[in-house]
């Protein structure tokens, strides 16, 4: 149970186009969902915070027009990085929470040339 | 200020050996708290947590944890390491009373199993 699917897993685009990330709830309805990037080596840094039905909170530092968040659903969640760029290369992470306990998508693998 | 420390960066062990790896926290209240693993390229995946009650937890993958207040501790272990259990392991904190708060996750500890 409480599993969580990302898609896709890995994206390589050129620089300037905006790129879609999925994060779905498969077996669970999720109200928050979290979204995540991660430097290599390095730990997870929250980007902010997905909210069915609202706007997201986004962490400071975090350009909100540059990351589009949507959460339309109890069971989907959106990440839109627009106009990407080389620097927004990335592996981006997802995580919807149940009773307390984040359960992670398995991540996407964001190249941008 | 909440945080996470996990004081090893690499740990390497030799398979069939024992493991604990060491977290830390600082928080207001006793948090809830977890112990992720992530194999590379890869996703988080929960190995155990510990919301109240019996402070010795039990995990997936032969994993346990003990919750230690005094010392704000939350150590992982393992009494026999198998070489797919080489990844990293994050330790992290969540609010308690099951609010859907942000975590705060260590930094990481690398584990590398010998043969």
């Known amino acids: 149970g409480a599993v969580v699917s990302q898609h896709p897993s890995r994206v390589i685009c050129k620089s300037g186009t905006s790129v879609k990330i999925e994060c779905r709830s498969l077996?669970?309805?999720?109200?928050?969902m979290f979204w995540y990037r991660q430097f290599p080596k390095q730990s997870l840094m929250l980007m902010a915070t997905?909210?069915?039905?609202?706007?997201?909170?986004?962490e400071q530092g975090v350009e909100k027009d540059k990351f589009l968040i949507n959460h339309a659903s109890l069971t989907l969640s959106t990440l839109t990085v627009t106009s990407a760029h080389p620097e927004d290369s990335s592996f981006y992470i997802c995580?919807?929470?149940?009773?307390?306990?984040?359960?992670f998508g398995d991540g996407t693998r964001l190249s941008i040339l | 200020a909440q945080s996470v420390t996990q004081p090893d960066i690499h740990i390497t062990v030799s398979e069939g050996a024992s493991l604990e790896l060491r977290c830390n926290y600082s928080?207001?209240?006793?948090?809830?708290l977890f112990w992720y693993v992530q194999s590379p390229g890869q996703g988080l995946q929960l190995l155990l947590k510990?919301?109240?009650?019996?402070?010795l937890v039990q995990g997936i993958k032969g994993f346990e944890a003990e919750f230690k207040r005094s010392q704000s501790s939350f150590n992982l272990r393992k009494p026999s390491v198998h070489w797919s259990d080489a990844a990293e392991y994050f330790c992290?904190?969540?609010?308690?009373?099951?609010?859907?708060?942000?975590?705060?996750f260590g930094k990481g500890t690398k584990l590398s199993v010998k043969p």
């Open positions: 997905s909210n069915e039905g609202s706007k997201a909170t986004y």
């Open positions: 077996d669970f309805q999720a109200t928050t």
């Open positions: 992290a904190v969540g609010p308690p009373g099951g609010s859907q708060g942000n975590l705060i």
């Open positions: 928080y207001g209240a006793t948090p809830y």
């Open positions: 995580s919807a929470a149940l009773t307390g306990t984040q359960h």
């Open positions: 510990y919301f109240s009650g019996d402070t």
